[in-house]
């Protein structure tokens, strides 16, 4: 019996490892069967070929002592463009041999947003391979390595603060291989306009007059060290390592790229618009199709933005009335006399910004149990609120979000910059808060990160700028619709937000294609936002070194819009807040094309629901009962 039963399971396991043995032969050398293993296969491959992704994800930190993520760094190849093309097309040569025929309708959209984004990054590769700027004042690479190793990488236990150390030694070899990207860029002509060379230079020079214990980088290290339960020896050793690298590797890489901007700086750019560099106006209708996920005419986005500026200045002129500021002035007039006004800011005192994150906090929370009224779900993972870091709090935007890891053990957290008391008005607190948190990006992003019925690229495979700012956005006017702005003043905050994005849509082209120079954006949002002169300086600059991201807010936002008025005119007394967001948050982060057929389903399924209750199904004294149970399940009469 024994021997019958060792047979069979010998068996059973000669046919289990031949059949994963031809699974993994079909997933790694040929066409996996199915579309969705493929594109997991190529999202695994390239969240491997990248350390900083894997401690970002946190996924596989239990398991560093197998694959060292945590003690690596990317290092710039010379072949990584023409490695980077030669895959991208035989991925989508991949892509286009799965027939439609099939496929499930998910496959199919899975299929679209995948094309699309992939044929997009490879005319950017083919075409334009040095059209970005790898050092400027917002996101440069001198800036996003200080803020990966301070707020990402774990130190959690011994092993992950001798990681951190490994990775500092790496931080020269790191921008050596930067600066092999710049020297190409400069010999293709492209050099950034001229504050970007003031701002960076700057930003350079202050990392290298750090001393040991002043950086960024042994302050924040040193200080979760001492968190951990370590001896006073180990202490010792951590502080010593931290204080050799920065000597060795961190301050010297900084030289490196500082010598760079220095010795190039006589070659700034005299123009600010995309439009000025080699190859500059078909590059900045590319970054439109990438960043809106539609295929508008620069044109067509100027004259959108000019309409909604005169919509929303209205609007806000109509309140300012009501509040008996004076009609003679404009709108941005009065706007910038508010955000002078005392009553509306901050005392500039030491625990300002320890007062703000408080309140900011506050709303946060409170925004959290409002919206559980909106949607079905609310995300599990936490948000946190942080100034921004100091060394880049000059030149950052008003607010970012960095989202939380796969496996919850780092929450999201919303940056605020609090480094000017005039970007904090009380009274644009509000939309800032709904904008980055709840129920804006953390909301969308962790409620992404979380829906295990995703594939894995479905989940975090693929980034919809339009779709992720656009849902920021409209969560601000949902924010208002749900009564969490109901003071006036919030109103005109969140609305002032709303002009702000809409003359993002005609500075923006403004610039890049309408060739205004920098001064004549600023003059332009200046007068119609009310903005202090330092955000719309900070704001300014950002388009100008991130051409065409600006686009996707109020093009996203207006698409969601147009969306729910759609299904609220056909659905009727059927429409159900909640089944739409569900409907627009359920599928990842997709292009606005796959939201629009997301919706459009919903649509269709909904009046299907309601065509069985009006064809009398539910006969017999078990009717009423019967169809009141049908109606709890799917919620055709809800009307939140």
Same mark, same amino acid.
């Given at each position: 019996?024994?021997?019958?039963?060792? =047979?069979?399971?010998?068996?059973? $396991?000669?046919?289990?490892?031949?059949?994963? @043995? %031809?699974?993994?032969?079909? %997933?790694?050398?040929?066409?996996?069967?199915?579309?969705?293993?493929?594109? @997991?296969?190529?999202?695994?491959?390239?969240?491997?070929?990248?350390?900083?992704?894997?401690?970002?994800?946190?996924?596989?930190?239990?398991?560093?002592? $197998?694959?060292?993520?945590?003690?690596? $760094?990317?290092?710039?190849?010379?072949?990584?463009?023409?490695?980077?093309?030669?895959?991208?097309?035989?991925?989508?040569?991949?892509?286009?041999?799965?027939?439609?025929?099939?496929?499930?309708?998910?496959?199919? @959209?899975?299929?679209?947003?995948?094309?699309?984004?992939?044929?997009?990054?490879?005319?950017?590769?083919?075409?334009?391979?040095?059209?970005?700027?790898?050092?400027?004042?917002?996101?440069?690479?001198?800036?996003?390595?200080?803020?990966?190793?301070?707020?990402?990488?774990?130190?959690?236990?011994?092993?992950?603060?001798?990681?951190?150390?490994?990775?500092?030694?790496?931080? =020269?070899?790191?921008?050596?291989?930067?600066?092999?990207?710049?020297?190409?860029? +400069?010999?293709?002509?492209?050099?950034?306009?001229? #504050?970007?060379?003031?701002?960076?230079?700057?930003?350079?020079?202050?990392?290298?007059?750090?001393?040991?214990?002043?950086?960024?980088?042994?302050?924040?290290?040193?200080?979760?060290?001492?968190? %951990?339960?370590?001896?006073?020896?180990?202490?010792?050793?951590?502080?010593?390592?931290?204080?050799?690298?920065? !000597?060795?590797? &961190?301050?010297?890489?900084?030289?490196? %790229?500082?010598?760079?901007?220095?010795?190039?700086?006589?070659?700034?750019?005299?123009?600010?618009?995309?439009? *000025?560099?080699?190859?500059?106006?078909?590059?900045?209708?590319? /970054?439109?199709?990438? #960043?809106?996920?539609?295929?508008?005419?620069?044109?067509?986005?100027?004259?959108?933005?000019?309409?909604?500026?005169?919509?929303?200045?209205?609007?806000?002129?109509?309140?300012? @009335?009501?509040?008996?500021?004076?009609? !003679?002035?404009?709108?941005?007039?009065?706007?910038?006399?508010?955000?002078?006004?005392?009553?509306?800011?901050?005392?500039?005192?030491?625990?300002?910004?320890?007062?703000?994150? /408080?309140?900011?906090?506050?709303?946060?929370?409170?925004?959290?149990?409002?919206?559980?009224?909106?949607?079905?779900?609310?995300? =599990?993972?936490? &948000?946190?609120?942080?100034?921004?870091?100091?060394?880049?709090?000059?030149?950052?935007?008003?607010?970012?979000?960095?989202?939380? +890891?796969?496996?919850?053990?780092?929450?999201?957290?919303?940056?605020?910059?609090?480094?000017?008391?005039?970007?904090?008005?009380?009274?644009?607190?509000?939309?800032? +808060?709904?904008?980055?948190?709840?129920?804006?990006?953390?909301?969308?992003?962790?409620?992404?990160?979380?829906?295990?019925?995703?594939?894995?690229?479905?989940?975090?495979?693929?980034?919809?700028?339009?779709?992720?700012?656009?849902?920021?956005?409209?969560?601000?006017?949902?924010?208002?619709?749900?009564? $969490?702005?109901?003071?006036?003043?919030?109103?005109?905050?969140?609305?002032?937000?709303?002009?702000?994005?809409?003359?993002?849509?005609?500075?923006?082209?403004?610039?890049?294609?309408?060739?205004?120079?920098?001064?004549?954006?600023?003059?332009?949002?200046?007068?119609?936002?009310?903005? !202090?002169?330092?955000?719309?300086? &900070?704001?300014?600059?950002?388009?100008?070194?991130?051409?065409?991201?600006?686009?996707?807010?109020?093009?996203?936002?207006? /698409?969601?819009?147009?969306?729910?008025?759609?299904?609220?005119?056909?659905?009727?007394?059927?429409?159900?807040?909640?089944?739409?967001?569900?409907?627009?948050?359920?599928?990842?982060?997709?292009?606005?094309?796959?939201?629009?057929?997301?919706?459009?389903?919903?649509? !269709?399924? +909904?009046?299907?629901?309601?065509?069985?209750?009006? =064809?009398?199904?539910?006969?017999? *004294?078990?009717?009423?009962?019967?169809?009141?149970?049908?109606?709890?399940?799917?919620?055709?009469? /809800? *009307?939140?």
């Amino acid at each position: 019996m024994i021997k019958k039963i060792l =047979k069979h399971t010998r068996t059973l $396991l000669l046919v289990t490892l031949g059949v994963g @043995s %031809l699974y993994i032969i079909n %997933l790694f050398f040929m066409k996996p069967f199915s579309i969705d293993h493929f594109l @997991s296969k190529e999202l695994i491959l390239d969240l491997t070929s990248s350390p900083e992704e894997l401690t970002y994800v946190g996924v596989l930190d239990e398991y560093n002592w $197998l694959t060292n993520h945590n003690s690596k $760094l990317s290092i710039p190849k010379e072949t990584d463009i023409i490695d980077g093309i030669e895959h991208t097309e035989k991925t989508i040569k991949t892509l286009y041999k799965y027939d439609d025929s099939r496929l499930s309708n998910t496959q199919k @959209s899975t299929k679209k947003i995948a094309i699309f984004d992939y044929e997009n990054q490879l005319r950017e590769l083919r075409d334009f391979p040095y059209l970005d700027y790898p050092l400027n004042q917002i996101g440069g690479i001198h800036l996003n390595t200080i803020e990966f190793m301070n707020d990402v990488h774990p130190i959690r236990k011994k092993s992950e603060a001798n990681d951190f150390i490994k990775r500092t030694d790496l931080i =020269k070899e790191v921008y050596e291989g930067v600066l092999a990207d710049l020297e190409k860029q +400069a010999m293709s002509g492209i050099y950034p306009p001229e #504050f970007v060379y003031g701002h960076v230079i700057k930003q350079l020079n202050e990392f290298i007059e750090y001393s040991n214990e002043e950086h960024p980088l042994y302050t924040q290290f040193m200080s979760k060290v001492n968190q %951990l339960d370590l001896n006073q020896e180990d202490i010792n050793y951590f502080e010593n390592e931290i204080k050799r690298s920065i !000597s060795e590797s &961190v301050t010297p890489g900084f030289e490196v %790229l500082r010598d760079f901007m220095i010795r190039t700086q006589k070659y700034a750019n005299k123009n600010h618009g995309i439009w *000025s560099q080699p190859g500059g106006d078909e590059y900045y209708k590319l /970054k439109i199709r990438t #960043f809106t996920t539609t295929d508008y005419s620069p044109e067509k986005i100027h004259q959108m933005g000019l309409s909604e500026v005169k919509r929303i200045s209205q609007r806000m002129r109509y309140i300012l @009335s009501s509040l008996g500021y004076d009609e !003679s002035k404009s709108v941005g007039e009065i706007m910038n006399e508010l955000n002078e006004n005392p009553d509306f800011l901050y005392a500039d005192t030491p625990d300002r910004k320890e007062i703000i994150v /408080k309140d900011y906090t506050e709303m946060v929370e409170e925004a959290y149990e409002v919206m559980k009224d909106y949607f079905h779900t609310m995300p =599990k993972s936490k &948000v946190i609120v942080k100034a921004v870091p100091e060394y880049s709090e000059r030149t950052a935007a008003g607010g970012y979000y960095q989202s939380p +890891a796969l496996d919850g053990s780092r929450p999201g957290v919303f940056y605020a910059n609090l480094y000017d008391i005039k970007q904090t008005p009380t009274y644009s607190m509000r939309t800032l +808060a709904y904008h980055e948190a709840t129920p804006g990006h953390h909301h969308q992003i962790a409620h992404s990160l979380e829906n295990e019925d995703l594939t894995l690229y479905r989940r975090f495979g693929y980034y919809t700028s339009a779709f992720a700012e656009g849902w920021a956005l409209y969560s601000e006017i949902l924010a208002l619709e749900a009564g $969490l702005a109901e003071d006036p003043y919030d109103e005109l905050g969140i609305l002032q937000s709303e002009l702000f994005r809409a003359v993002r849509l005609v500075v923006d082209t403004g610039m890049h294609y309408k060739k205004w120079t920098r001064e004549e954006a600023m003059k332009y949002m200046k007068a119609k936002t009310g903005m !202090s002169d330092t955000e719309v300086r &900070v704001e300014i600059e950002r388009y100008i070194v991130w051409p065409g991201q600006a686009l996707s807010y109020k093009v996203g936002m207006i /698409k969601i819009l147009e969306l729910r008025e759609k299904a609220m005119s056909e659905l009727g007394d059927k429409f159900n807040i909640k089944d739409f967001h569900s409907a627009v948050l359920d599928y990842g982060n997709p292009p606005l094309f796959i939201v629009e057929d997301m919706v459009d389903k919903m649509i !269709s399924e +909904a009046g299907k629901q309601q065509d069985i209750l009006q =064809k009398g199904i539910y006969g017999g *004294s078990l009717g009423p009962w019967l169809k009141q149970k049908f109606i709890e399940f799917f919620g055709t009469n /809800k *009307s939140n």
